[in-house]
């Protein structure tokens, strides 16, 4: 998320090449994200140690949780935001980078050493998850907003001649259309293993398609030979094709046709879809299947 918004900055001439490298990687921001988070778990584990102390795994109250958790994702936005000069009206332009906060990170952890010597420590996961579950989806869908609103104002600002934001549209669109297909194979085949194995297998095997599905979309986003396609040049004709990856998964490059991708570069199921024209999610979906069967199949016996 930090990288496509850059790359959508930088496409409108919003920022310069050297201002994306000073203070705006997000390894920079990465550093002071763990170390944050470090804090705030510190935080969280303080509030269940007390109430350890005093008797038993008890959850906090819900303000305290609510108040450590709103303070942390504040902050962390906060510092992922980057000033491009000023309006019309004299104030600040200010644009959020909607980075993964990973509020799951600040939820989840498991407690420190202190909590793990308690006598009834699974009893106090179970607590925690219980207490934590409300603040999950929320704050993630913040997260979502806050890009999605960021991505908004990018593309009502563009000029739709703009062919190099147009070519950073066409990421996004490549980007959905393989997070599209690793979502449906992850659902697909976790419903699949849910229906047929049970207990401690079932969850380890789920664990494995989800990996799977996180090499299905390497293979569709991340290695894609993105120069030997090509796409329209417009930003409105970019954006009709990200919407189409996005909700439908279709394929949203125009395709080099037979001869043209050579051997090795891509699993040999999507380089016959590239030959072959494919478009249709239907037409990708047995291709990008057989990727994460074949990467189970390797990692599970």
Not at 132 to 141: F, G, R, V
Request: proline share 4%; glycine share 10%; hydrophobic share 40%.
């Amino acid at each position: 998320m930090w990288d496509i918004q850059l790359d959508a900055l930088l496409a409108r001439g919003a920022i310069a090449p050297d201002d994306a490298e000073d203070g705006m990687s997000f390894d920079r921001y990465d550093i002071y994200r763990e170390a944050y988070l470090d804090a705030v778990h510190d935080t969280l584990d303080v509030l269940w140690k007390d109430d350890h102390e005093r008797g038993g795994w008890k959850r906090p109250e819900d303000a305290k949780i609510h108040d450590v958790i709103g303070k942390a994702v504040a902050r962390l936005l906060e510092r992922s935001t980057f000033k491009l000069g000023q309006g019309k009206d004299g104030k600040a332009t200010v644009f959020h980078f909607a980075v993964p906060v990973f509020v799951s990170d600040i939820l989840n952890h498991d407690g420190g050493p202190g909590l793990k010597d308690g006598d009834d420590y699974r009893g106090f996961l179970e607590a925690k998850k219980t207490a934590y579950a409300p603040y999950m989806s929320n704050n993630l869908e913040e997260c979502s907003q806050a890009l999605a609103d960021t991505m908004i104002g990018f593309l009502r600002q563009a000029d739709d001649g703009n062919t190099e934001f147009a070519r950073c549209v066409m990421d996004w669109a490549l980007a959905a259309f393989a997070m599209w297909h690793a979502g449906q194979y992850e659902y697909s085949r976790g419903k699949w293993v849910a229906a047929r194995l049970a207990g401690q297998q079932r969850d380890a095997t789920i664990d494995m398609v989800s990996e799977a599905a996180g090499e299905i979309f390497i293979n569709g986003y991340a290695v894609f030979p993105v120069g030997l396609l090509s796409g329209p040049d417009t930003v409105s004709a970019a954006l009709d094709r990200f919407m189409a990856a996005y909700s439908t998964g279709e394929f949203p490059f125009d395709t080099p046709g037979k001869g043209h991708v050579p051997h090795g570069v891509l699993p040999e199921e999507m380089r016959g879809c590239l030959e072959r024209g494919a478009r249709s999610s239907r037409a990708w979906q047995p291709a990008f299947a057989a990727v994460g069967d074949r990467w189970m199949a390797e990692h599970t016996g």
